[in-house]
T-cell receptor, first 115, second 114 residues
Framework: GDSVTQMEGPVTLSEEAFLTINCTYTATGYPSLFWYVQYPGEGLQLLLK?????DKGSNKGFEATYRKETTSFHLEKGSVQVSDSAVYFC??????????????FGSGTQLTVLP | EAGVTQSPTHLIKTRGQQATLRCSPISGHTSVYWYQQALGLGLQFLLWYDEGEERNRGNFPPRFSGRQFPNYSSELNVNALELEDSALYLC?????????????FGPGTRLTVT
């Protein structure tokens, strides 16, 4: 079945540092790929998405590129802020009938940004 | 535009009781999804409803059930509660259940079973 493997956390960075959170997936065909963010005590917010190979999703300074050849969707940001502290989830929606419309999530990566 | 809303925010039940959780999707969205976020188990897909019908179900026992009403709001019922059902239950909605349609999440209902 479909699966998502995320970089183990927690990750602690200083403000203005460069961020990379690795994400790789296993799925047939061309799944849709997503990054969600969860702030303390809240639900999930969609951060960005990509639906086909070589697509780049971007939002709020975050970027991720859909790499079919390496089955990866790594999240990057050039300069993190304290307000970016949250848990980040990589996820996919597969194309097989058995995974119809359900999001399959990675385990999440806790990011803490220090001032 | 209002987002996905869920009620109640918190729910405390005793083992063996039943819990009912409610969700209202974003206006215009017809698909509703339920996910469980349990400590140590991550986010797991529970149920998908579209146009009033159950379309897909995750690997959960039958005591987890739900329904979708004509106004597209949804209810999740958990019968015979067990301690391990304690979790954050998240509802999401999307347009028409399309393959590429992103899902938008509500704030969740925190269920505690004692």
């Amino acid at each position: 079945g479909d699966s998502v493997t995320q970089m183990e956390g927690p990750v602690t960075l200083s403000e203005e540092a460069f961020l990379t959170i690795n994400c790789t997936y296993t799925a047939t065909g061309y799944p849709s790929l997503f990054w969600y963010v969860q702030y303390p005590g809240e639900g999930l917010q969609l951060l960005l998405k990509a639906t086909k190979a070589d697509d780049k999703g971007s939002n709020k300074g975050f970027e991720a590129t859909y790499r079919k050849e390496t089955t990866s969707f790594h999240l990057e940001k050039g300069s993190v802020q304290v307000s970016d502290s949250a848990v980040y989830f990589c996820a996919l929606i597969g194309v097989s009938s058995g995974s119809a419309r359900q999001l399959t999530f990675g385990s999440g990566t806790q990011l803490t940004v220090l001032p | 535009e209002a987002g996905v809303t869920q009620s109640p925010t918190h729910l405390i039940k005793t083992r063996g009781q039943q819990a009912t959780l409610r969700c209202s999707p974003i206006s215009g969205h017809t698909s509703v999804y339920w996910y469980q976020q349990a400590l140590g188990l991550g986010l797991q897909f529970l149920l998908w409803y579209d146009e009033g019908e159950e379309r897909n179900r995750g690997n959960f026992p039958p005591r987890f059930s739900g329904r979708q009403f004509p106004n597209y709001s949804s209810e999740l019922n958990v019968n015979a509660l067990e301690l391990e059902d304690s979790a954050l239950y998240l509802c999401a909605s999307s347009l028409e259940g399309g393959l590429r349609n992103e899902q938008y999440f509500g704030p969740g209902t925190r269920l505690t079973v004692t």
